[in-house]
Protein backbone atom coordinates (compact mmCIF):
# COMPACT_ATOMS: atom_id res chain seq x y z
CA UNK A 1 0.00 0.00 0.00
CA UNK A 2 2.82 2.09 -0.18
CA UNK A 3 2.01 5.64 -2.48
CA UNK A 4 4.54 7.85 -3.51
CA UNK A 5 4.61 11.60 -3.27
CA UNK A 6 5.79 13.38 -6.57
CA UNK A 7 5.16 16.94 -5.68
CA UNK A 8 2.91 19.14 -3.65
CA UNK A 9 0.92 22.60 -3.84
CA UNK A 10 -0.21 24.73 -0.88
CA UNK A 11 -1.84 27.52 0.19
CA UNK A 12 -1.10 28.62 3.28
CA UNK A 13 -1.30 31.93 5.31
CA UNK A 14 2.93 31.21 5.68
CA UNK A 15 3.81 29.42 2.30
CA UNK A 16 2.24 29.49 -0.88
CA UNK A 17 4.48 27.27 -2.67
CA UNK A 18 6.65 23.88 -1.95
CA UNK A 19 10.05 25.97 -1.61
CA UNK A 20 8.61 28.37 1.42
CA UNK A 21 7.07 25.28 3.11
CA UNK A 22 10.67 23.95 3.11
CA UNK A 23 11.92 27.12 4.41
CA UNK A 24 9.71 26.83 7.34
CA UNK A 25 10.24 23.28 7.93
CA UNK A 26 14.35 24.21 7.61
CA UNK A 27 13.43 26.85 10.85
CA UNK A 28 13.11 29.79 8.25
CA UNK A 29 11.01 32.56 9.43
CA UNK A 30 7.49 33.57 8.26
CA UNK A 31 5.16 36.25 7.81
CA UNK A 32 1.40 34.85 8.82
CA UNK A 33 -0.49 36.37 6.24
CA UNK A 34 -4.24 38.53 7.06
CA UNK A 35 -7.54 36.19 6.38
CA UNK A 36 -8.40 35.92 3.61
CA UNK A 37 -5.08 34.81 2.25
CA UNK A 38 -4.59 36.34 -1.12
CA UNK A 39 -2.92 33.88 -3.64
CA UNK A 40 -2.24 34.05 -7.62
CA UNK A 41 -3.46 31.51 -10.47
CA UNK A 42 -1.49 30.45 -13.07
CA UNK A 43 -4.77 29.12 -14.60
CA UNK A 44 -5.99 31.43 -17.17
CA UNK A 45 -8.73 33.71 -15.46
CA UNK A 46 -11.31 32.83 -17.75
CA UNK A 47 -11.07 29.41 -17.31
CA UNK A 48 -12.32 30.20 -13.39
CA UNK A 49 -14.61 33.12 -14.41
CA UNK A 50 -17.77 31.36 -12.73
CA UNK A 51 -16.03 29.86 -9.87
CA UNK A 52 -16.51 30.33 -6.05
CA UNK A 53 -13.20 31.07 -4.18
CA UNK A 54 -12.89 27.43 -2.47
CA UNK A 55 -13.27 26.35 -5.99
CA UNK A 56 -10.01 28.64 -6.82
CA UNK A 57 -7.86 27.97 -3.78
CA UNK A 58 -8.26 24.13 -4.59
CA UNK A 59 -7.63 24.62 -8.13
CA UNK A 60 -4.27 27.00 -7.56
CA UNK A 61 -3.21 24.41 -5.48
CA UNK A 62 -4.03 21.59 -7.72
CA UNK A 63 -2.34 23.44 -10.36
CA UNK A 64 0.91 23.98 -8.85
CA UNK A 65 1.13 20.29 -7.51
CA UNK A 66 0.14 18.99 -11.07
CA UNK A 67 3.13 21.38 -12.53
CA UNK A 68 5.90 20.09 -10.21
CA UNK A 69 5.66 17.13 -10.93
CA UNK A 70 5.14 17.21 -14.90
CA UNK A 71 2.73 14.83 -15.60
CA UNK A 72 4.27 13.91 -19.11
CA UNK A 73 1.24 15.03 -21.90
CA UNK A 74 1.04 10.88 -22.95
CA UNK A 75 -0.54 9.46 -19.47
CA UNK A 76 -3.60 8.21 -19.77
CA UNK A 77 -5.79 10.78 -18.07
CA UNK A 78 -8.22 8.08 -17.30
CA UNK A 79 -5.68 6.20 -14.93
CA UNK A 80 -5.62 9.62 -12.70
CA UNK A 81 -7.76 10.10 -9.92
CA UNK A 82 -8.55 12.77 -7.75
CA UNK A 83 -9.07 12.64 -4.28
CA UNK A 84 -9.70 15.66 -2.07
CA UNK A 85 -11.45 15.94 1.46
CA UNK A 86 -12.63 19.14 3.39
CA UNK A 87 -14.71 19.95 6.51
CA UNK A 88 -16.99 23.01 5.22
CA UNK A 89 -16.62 23.29 1.57
CA UNK A 90 -17.56 25.91 -0.14
CA UNK A 91 -19.01 27.51 2.76
CA UNK A 92 -18.97 30.95 1.74
CA UNK A 93 -20.79 30.06 -1.67
CA UNK A 94 -23.32 28.24 0.83
CA UNK A 95 -24.31 30.85 3.09
CA UNK A 96 -24.91 33.48 -0.07
CA UNK A 97 -26.94 30.54 -1.65
CA UNK A 98 -28.76 30.20 1.37
CA UNK A 99 -29.47 34.03 2.48
CA UNK A 100 -30.79 34.18 -1.75
CA UNK A 101 -33.41 31.31 -0.83
CA UNK A 102 -34.22 32.40 2.55
CA UNK A 103 -35.41 35.78 0.68
CA UNK A 104 -37.14 34.60 -1.83
CA UNK A 105 -35.44 35.42 -4.78
CA UNK A 106 -36.15 32.26 -6.54
CA UNK A 107 -34.72 33.57 -10.08
CA UNK A 108 -30.98 32.85 -8.43
CA UNK A 109 -31.75 29.50 -7.21
CA UNK A 110 -30.64 28.02 -10.48
CA UNK A 111 -29.01 24.94 -11.18
CA UNK A 112 -25.30 26.44 -11.97
CA UNK A 113 -25.81 27.91 -9.23
CA UNK A 114 -26.52 25.54 -6.66
CA UNK A 115 -23.44 23.42 -8.56
CA UNK A 116 -21.12 25.87 -7.30
CA UNK A 117 -21.60 25.45 -3.68
CA UNK A 118 -21.33 21.72 -3.10
CA UNK A 119 -18.19 20.15 -1.76
CA UNK A 120 -17.43 18.09 -5.14
CA UNK A 121 -17.55 21.62 -6.88
CA UNK A 122 -14.04 21.42 -6.80
CA UNK A 123 -13.40 17.96 -7.89
CA UNK A 124 -15.00 18.53 -10.83
CA UNK A 125 -13.69 21.84 -12.05
CA UNK A 126 -9.64 20.21 -11.42
CA UNK A 127 -10.71 17.40 -13.17
CA UNK A 128 -11.84 19.57 -16.25
CA UNK A 129 -9.05 22.18 -15.91
CA UNK A 130 -6.55 18.88 -16.14
CA UNK A 131 -8.20 16.31 -18.16
CA UNK A 132 -7.75 13.38 -15.27
CA UNK A 133 -10.84 10.87 -15.86
CA UNK A 134 -10.45 8.26 -13.38
CA UNK A 135 -11.54 7.88 -10.19
CA UNK A 136 -12.34 11.23 -8.21
CA UNK A 137 -14.68 11.66 -5.20
CA UNK A 138 -14.59 14.28 -2.10
CA UNK A 139 -14.21 13.19 1.57
CA UNK A 140 -16.22 15.20 4.43
CA UNK A 141 -14.46 12.71 6.72
CA UNK A 142 -11.72 10.59 6.79
CA UNK A 143 -8.23 10.00 5.27
CA UNK A 144 -7.62 11.10 2.00
CA UNK A 145 -4.06 9.68 1.60
CA UNK A 146 -4.49 6.14 3.11
CA UNK A 147 -7.84 6.16 0.59
CA UNK A 148 -5.76 6.94 -2.58
CA UNK A 149 -3.00 4.84 -1.64
CA UNK A 150 -5.59 2.19 -1.32
CA UNK A 151 -6.72 3.20 -4.54
CA UNK A 152 -2.81 3.19 -6.57
CA UNK A 153 -2.56 -0.12 -5.01
CA UNK A 154 -5.13 -2.14 -6.07
CA UNK A 155 -4.71 -0.87 -9.20
CA UNK A 156 -7.56 1.77 -9.91
CA UNK A 157 -5.54 4.33 -10.83
CA UNK A 158 -1.47 4.78 -11.67
CA UNK A 159 -1.36 8.28 -10.27
CA UNK A 160 -3.69 10.26 -7.70
CA UNK A 161 -4.19 14.25 -6.71
CA UNK A 162 -5.01 13.95 -3.38
CA UNK A 163 -5.19 17.03 -0.95
CA UNK A 164 -7.29 18.97 1.27
CA UNK A 165 -8.67 22.38 0.91
CA UNK A 166 -10.71 24.85 3.67
CA UNK A 167 -12.04 28.30 2.75
CA UNK A 168 -12.00 31.06 5.00
CA UNK A 169 -15.88 31.81 6.34
CA UNK A 170 -15.95 35.25 8.42
CA UNK A 171 -18.94 34.48 10.15
CA UNK A 172 -18.43 30.63 10.52
CA UNK A 173 -15.14 31.27 11.59
CA UNK A 174 -16.32 34.00 13.91
CA UNK A 175 -19.34 31.46 15.95
CA UNK A 176 -16.15 28.87 15.34
CA UNK A 177 -14.07 30.67 17.81
CA UNK A 178 -16.47 31.48 19.87
CA UNK A 179 -16.64 27.32 21.23
CA UNK A 180 -14.22 26.31 24.00
CA UNK A 181 -12.68 23.39 21.97
CA UNK A 182 -11.30 25.97 19.60
CA UNK A 183 -10.05 28.73 22.31
CA UNK A 184 -6.14 28.91 22.50
CA UNK A 185 -6.05 28.45 18.88
CA UNK A 186 -5.71 30.65 15.43
CA UNK A 187 -8.22 29.90 12.44
CA UNK A 188 -7.28 30.23 9.48
CA UNK A 189 -7.54 29.09 5.44
CA UNK A 190 -5.83 26.58 2.82
CA UNK A 191 -4.89 23.90 0.90
CA UNK A 192 -2.45 20.96 0.48
CA UNK A 193 -2.24 18.87 -2.45
CA UNK A 194 -0.04 15.86 -3.74
CA UNK A 195 0.44 13.95 -6.73
CA UNK A 196 0.80 9.94 -6.00
CA UNK A 197 2.32 7.81 -7.78
CA UNK A 198 1.75 3.80 -7.99
CA UNK A 199 5.44 3.50 -9.16
CA UNK A 200 8.73 5.49 -7.75
CA UNK A 201 10.34 8.00 -10.55
CA UNK A 202 13.19 10.48 -10.86
CA UNK A 203 11.00 12.99 -8.69
CA UNK A 204 9.93 11.35 -6.28
CA UNK A 205 10.06 13.14 -3.04
CA UNK A 206 9.18 10.73 -0.16
CA UNK A 207 6.61 7.89 0.07
CA UNK A 208 3.79 7.22 2.44
CA UNK A 209 3.63 3.67 3.59
CA UNK A 210 1.28 2.69 6.95
CA UNK A 211 -1.65 4.35 8.12
CA UNK A 212 -4.02 4.20 11.63
CA UNK A 213 -6.80 5.74 12.86
CA UNK A 214 -9.81 5.72 15.57
CA UNK A 215 -12.98 7.51 16.05
CA UNK A 216 -12.83 9.88 19.23
CA UNK A 217 -16.47 10.12 19.08
CA UNK A 218 -16.50 13.93 18.87
CA UNK A 219 -14.16 15.83 17.30
CA UNK A 220 -12.07 18.07 19.67
CA UNK A 221 -12.53 21.08 17.37
CA UNK A 222 -15.67 21.29 18.39
CA UNK A 223 -16.47 19.75 21.86
CA UNK A 224 -14.22 19.54 24.73
CA UNK A 225 -12.12 15.73 24.18
CA UNK A 226 -13.95 13.23 26.48
CA UNK A 227 -11.57 11.26 29.27
CA UNK A 228 -11.20 8.80 26.93
CA UNK A 229 -9.61 10.12 24.07
CA UNK A 230 -5.99 9.90 25.43
CA UNK A 231 -6.37 6.34 25.53
CA UNK A 232 -8.01 5.65 21.66
CA UNK A 233 -5.50 8.38 20.37
CA UNK A 234 -2.69 5.17 22.03
CA UNK A 235 -4.61 2.72 20.21
CA UNK A 236 -3.84 4.06 17.21
CA UNK A 237 -0.29 4.66 17.71
CA UNK A 238 0.15 1.19 19.19
CA UNK A 239 -0.68 -0.10 16.00
CA UNK A 240 2.73 1.27 14.93
CA UNK A 241 5.81 -1.31 15.74
CA UNK A 242 8.72 0.99 15.39
CA UNK A 243 9.28 4.18 16.74
CA UNK A 244 9.22 7.41 13.87
CA UNK A 245 12.34 10.04 14.47
CA UNK A 246 9.40 12.65 14.61
CA UNK A 247 5.46 13.25 15.12
CA UNK A 248 4.15 16.38 13.44
CA UNK A 249 1.24 16.45 15.96
CA UNK A 250 -2.49 17.86 15.70
CA UNK A 251 -1.50 20.10 18.23
CA UNK A 252 -3.17 23.55 18.09
CA UNK A 253 -2.95 25.34 21.66
CA UNK A 254 -6.39 23.45 22.75
CA UNK A 255 -7.71 20.77 25.32
CA UNK A 256 -6.99 18.26 22.74
CA UNK A 257 -3.36 19.01 23.36
CA UNK A 258 -3.15 17.38 26.05
CA UNK A 259 -4.68 13.70 25.19
CA UNK A 260 -2.39 13.56 22.25
CA UNK A 261 0.45 14.31 24.69
CA UNK A 262 -0.29 11.99 26.99
CA UNK A 263 -0.31 8.82 24.43
CA UNK A 264 2.75 10.19 22.43
CA UNK A 265 4.68 9.85 25.97
CA UNK A 266 3.45 6.72 26.55
CA UNK A 267 3.95 5.56 22.93
CA UNK A 268 6.91 7.77 21.46
CA UNK A 269 8.55 9.55 23.99
CA UNK A 270 11.70 9.80 22.39
CA UNK A 271 10.82 10.61 19.17
CA UNK A 272 10.96 14.90 18.48
CA UNK A 273 7.48 16.51 18.36
CA UNK A 274 6.52 19.15 15.98
CA UNK A 275 3.37 21.46 15.68
CA UNK A 276 3.29 22.96 12.05
CA UNK A 277 0.03 24.64 13.33
CA UNK A 278 1.95 27.41 14.49
CA UNK A 279 3.16 27.87 11.14
CA UNK A 280 -0.19 27.50 9.18
CA UNK A 281 -2.90 27.93 12.03
CA UNK A 282 -5.68 25.71 12.47
CA UNK A 283 -7.45 24.79 9.07
CA UNK A 284 -9.96 22.16 10.31
CA UNK A 285 -10.28 20.14 7.83
CA UNK A 286 -7.40 20.45 5.85
CA UNK A 287 -4.83 20.39 8.98
CA UNK A 288 -3.78 16.64 8.39
CA UNK A 289 -2.58 17.53 4.72
CA UNK A 290 -0.73 20.50 5.61
CA UNK A 291 0.91 18.49 7.73
CA UNK A 292 1.86 16.08 5.43
CA UNK A 293 3.48 19.04 2.94
CA UNK A 294 5.53 19.61 6.08
CA UNK A 295 6.46 16.62 6.72
CA UNK A 296 7.42 15.77 3.29
CA UNK A 297 9.66 19.10 3.10
CA UNK A 298 11.46 18.14 5.98
CA UNK A 299 12.33 14.32 4.51
CA UNK A 300 13.54 16.24 1.45
CA UNK A 301 15.86 18.46 3.82
CA UNK A 302 17.33 14.98 4.94
CA UNK A 303 15.91 15.95 8.51
CA UNK A 304 14.50 12.89 9.03
CA UNK A 305 14.02 9.85 7.47
CA UNK A 306 10.52 8.48 8.97
CA UNK A 307 7.83 11.36 10.42
CA UNK A 308 4.23 10.35 11.58
CA UNK A 309 1.87 12.97 10.93
CA UNK A 310 -1.39 12.95 12.94
CA UNK A 311 -4.51 14.89 12.29
CA UNK A 312 -8.30 15.50 13.38
CA UNK A 313 -11.33 15.53 11.24
CA UNK A 314 -14.33 17.30 11.66
CA UNK A 315 -16.22 14.28 12.21
CA UNK A 316 -14.01 13.75 14.96
CA UNK A 317 -10.90 10.87 13.94
CA UNK A 318 -7.83 10.87 14.44
CA UNK A 319 -5.93 9.77 11.93
CA UNK A 320 -2.04 9.34 11.44
CA UNK A 321 0.68 7.72 8.59
CA UNK A 322 4.20 6.88 8.02
CA UNK A 323 6.20 9.12 5.94
CA UNK A 324 9.09 8.01 5.24
CA UNK A 325 12.17 9.03 2.97
CA UNK A 326 12.71 6.73 -0.56
Known amino acids: MTA ?5 GIISRCAKTFDEVTAAADGAGYTAAAMPIEFEMQIPPAKMRRNSR ?7 AADNAVREAAVPEDTDRRRIGTIISTGYGSSVYYTQFADTVAKGVPALCSPAVYSGMVPNACVGQICILNGFKGVSTVLTGGDPLEYSSLLLGTGKADMILCGSVEEYNEALYAELGKLDALKGSELSEGAAMFMLSREKTGKTICKVTAFSSASLGKSPLLYKPEDGAAGI ?6 RYKTEPDAVFTAANGTYSDDA ?3 ALNRKFPDAVRIAPKKYFGETLGCGYMMNAAFAAAAIKLG ?3 KVLIAGIDM ?3 YCTAIIGRV
Open 315 to 317: VGN
Open 260 to 262: ENA
Open 233 to 238: IYSVLD
Open 54 to 60: YNKIACT
Open 4 to 8: YIESV
Open 303 to 305: KYD
